[in-house]
């Protein structure tokens, strides 16, 4: 810890202040960090792998991961976590962290709100959170122009990823926040370590000529989730008459998950084995329950009969997710 001392001057023990690091957003003071023992009051972000978060959002080319919505102080709130910094506002090389504020449709006209927000970084060597807030301790005024606030520069990157500092350890690592001082909820979301499933489920899609425009298979169980094949046989989404159009679909019914997948959609060739195969992966939400293809192939191929695809009105459609990672609510109490 002795580096991690010189580095951000840094006293252990008592909650102390340390030397100011990074730079807050929408002019905001420096923030500065403290340590403690106690957990974040309102929200926390918990990550098994580091590594994985970093390959999720590569894969689905974001910057940002960001939280289910939680509520604090009577409002509601998303956290925004930059892994590998916000470039945008000068965060290269370090970890960016904002929180915004939710819910715009049921806030009053010229709303304001004042709150003081501290962010958590949880040291795993010693058992004790390093705490960011505003330099100046006054409250951050939230408004209609102005719904997000954090910092672009929270922790350097070379700090966070120096095992001995505890921050990042066997691949895992957590965040959290407080807004205003209210008692611990212990409410908080933990994207698991991704697991490898390779499983696979077939529908037969019979008298395939006399369906309608969008027709959905059974709800299946894959990874302990539940799925759907959304199938529309003569094209949509401005496809038709031209590519059959081909999705998978969460049919969760909460109307808060996160789901991210990595799996391959097929279209069996019933003569041989040139099946039409398509691979791909997406973070399945409430607001994003399908993911697949409008034009995953082409109608005039599909219905020829000398292609093998279409045989005796049928058509076979196979789906196997191969990974499988959820964000999942956890409380202490």
């Known amino acids: ?13 008592e909650e102390k202040s340390c030397n100011s690091i990074g730079s807050a957003v929408h002019e905001s003071d420096v923030v500065q960090a403290v340590v403690r023992k106690t957990p974040p009051a309102d929200y926390t972000l918990k990550i098994d792998s580091f590594a994985f978060l970093l390959e999720m959002l590569e894969k689905t080319k974001a910057k940002s991961y960001s939280s289910r919505i939680f509520e604090a102080s009577g409002y509601d709130w998303k956290l925004h976590l930059y892994p590998r ?15 915004g504020i939710q819910g715009n449709a049921t806030l009053p006209l010229g709303w304001q709100i004042n709150a003081n927000i501290k962010f958590f970084v949880y040291d795993q060597i010693r058992d004790e959170y390093l705490v960011f807030q505003d330099a100046s301790e006054e409250a951050i005024r939230f408004h209609e122009m102005k719904k997000e606030w954090g910092t672009a520069q929270l922790l350097d990157l070379k700090i966070f990823h120096d095992a ?6 066997h691949d895992k690592c957590a965040f ?10 212990g409410r908080g979301e933990c994207l698991s370590l991704p697991v490898n499933i390779f499983s696979t489920y077939t529908w037969k899609v019979v008298k ?30 401005n496809q038709e ?27 069996k060739n019933q003569k041989n084995d040139k ?6 992966n997406h973070l399945f939400t409430h607001t994003k329950k399908d993911w697949g293809w ?33 964000a999942k609510d956890f409380s202490s109490k």
């Open 1 to 13: 810890m002795e580096k991690f001392q010189k580095q951000l001057s840094i006293t252990m023990g």
């Open 85 to 99: 910094g916000d470039e945008k506002r000068n965060g290269e090389g370090y970890i960016s962290f904002y929180v």
């Open 164 to 169: 001995t500092n505890g921050f990042l350890l």
């Open 176 to 185: 959290g926040v407080e807004i205003l001082a209210k008692r611990y909820s």
């Open 208 to 237: 395939y000529s006399k369906t309608g425009n969008v027709i959905y298979s059974d709800v299946f169980v894959m990874g302990n989730l539940k799925w759907k094949i959304m199938l529309y046989p003569n094209g949509g989404q």
């Open 241 to 267: 008459g031209k590519n059959i159009s081909l999705f998978l679909a969460s049919a969760i019914e909460d109307t808060n998950f996160r789901i991210f997948a990595e799996y391959k959609l097929c279209i």
């Open 275 to 280: 099946d039409l195969e398509r691979t791909t």
């Open 294 to 326: 409008s034009a995953f192939h082409p109608l005039i191929d599909i219905k020829d009969p000398f292609k093998g695809y279409l045989l005796k009105d049928t058509l076979i459609v196979k789906v196997e997710i191969t990974r499988i990672s959820t």
